[in-house]
């Protein structure tokens, strides 16, 4: 089994330390083999703020962890007009990852992550040409026993969130050709602070079979409809076992885990089983 840590839109400089810190724990007692960070490192792109993120992944890279991660909209600057057309990534890539589409296989798993964040839009995401050839090119060299998740920042899907629609990344046609032509299994997002998984067929009727998970907001405290939460992912031979860890009493506790195993060409929830402890 490999396990894989979910983390979304941290926002430091809009951060809650104590949920840092619990988070920081929660990792290590889970034993994560991958941590996965879907984008939105910082609340304003500021230098300081990024320090403070980069503080962070060292921290979890000291104790052993891996750590793929992806820029969201937040990490590009706002206010600061030259650097978001000039240079919009440049701290990011000084602080988190000079490499804006990271891969990495783990035993069973192989997981990319693609960068969505763009300097023209002062929220939503696209993705392009050169980022599907790279998909194919990279799941390509996979072994075809492998279960393969993209991450990104922005949602592959339109979501419903609080009753209203969070928009679909820009081109999500290209997207959504890269995910079925690459054989991709499974899909990580965050940017809507709000947790949740199904399958892709219940959101467009020409997906395909792949499992659509998305993160709340870990640290920030900027909030919507659901309290600050992660997500721990455990998979195992043809199933995913997705578990939601709320903040609730001043700790992370785990939700109903919820168990997907994959039947005839698409993902099948099974009933609820004992969340991770």
């Not at 949920?19 to 490192?41: C, N, P, Q, T």
């Not at 403070?52 to 600057?77: I, M, Q, S, T």
């Not at 991709?184 to 809507?192: E, F, R, S, T, Y």
């Not at 939460?229 to 043809?238: K, L, P, Q, R, T």
Request: charge should be negative.
């Amino acid at each position: 089994m490999t396990r894989i840590v979910h983390l979304s839109d941290l926002h430091f400089g809009a951060h809650d330390e104590r949920l840092v810190e619990a988070v920081d724990w929660e990792v290590d007692r889970l034993k994560a083999d991958l941590v996965v960070i879907s984008g939105d490192f910082t609340q304003r792109a500021k230098t300081e703020q990024f320090r403070e993120a980069c503080k962070f992944l060292e921290g979890l890279r000291d104790r052993g962890h891996e750590v793929l991660g992806v820029p969201g909209n937040h990490d590009v600057p706002l206010y600061d007009v030259l650097r978001r057309f000039l240079s919009p990534l440049a701290r990011y890539r000084r602080f988190i990852d000079d490499t804006l589409c990271p891969f990495i296989e783990l035993p069973g798993v192989a997981v990319l992550g693609i960068n969505t964040a763009r300097s023209l839009t002062f929220k939503d995401g696209r993705i392009n040409r050169d980022q599907v050839d790279f998909i194919g090119e990279t799941f390509a060299r996979v072994a075809s026993d492998k279960m393969r998740i993209i991450v990104t920042h922005h949602p592959l899907f339109a979501l419903e969130v609080g009753g209203e629609v969070e928009r679909a990344i820009g081109r999500q046609e290209l997207a959504l050709d890269a995910v079925e032509e690459s054989g991709v299994d499974m899909v990580l997002a965050g940017h809507a602070h709000h947790a949740s998984s199904q399958d892709a067929g219940e959101l467009v009727t020409r997906a395909g079979g792949v499992l659509v998970v998305q993160a709340g907001t870990a640290t920030s405290t900027r909030v919507r409809e659901q309290e600050q939460s992660f997500n721990s992912i455990d998979i195992a031979e043809g199933s995913a076992t997705i578990t939601v860890h709320a903040w609730r009493g001043g700790e992370f506790k785990a939700n109903d885990a919820q168990r997907y195993e994959w039947r005839d060409g698409r993902w099948r929830i099974l009933k609820s089983v004992e969340p991770v402890h």
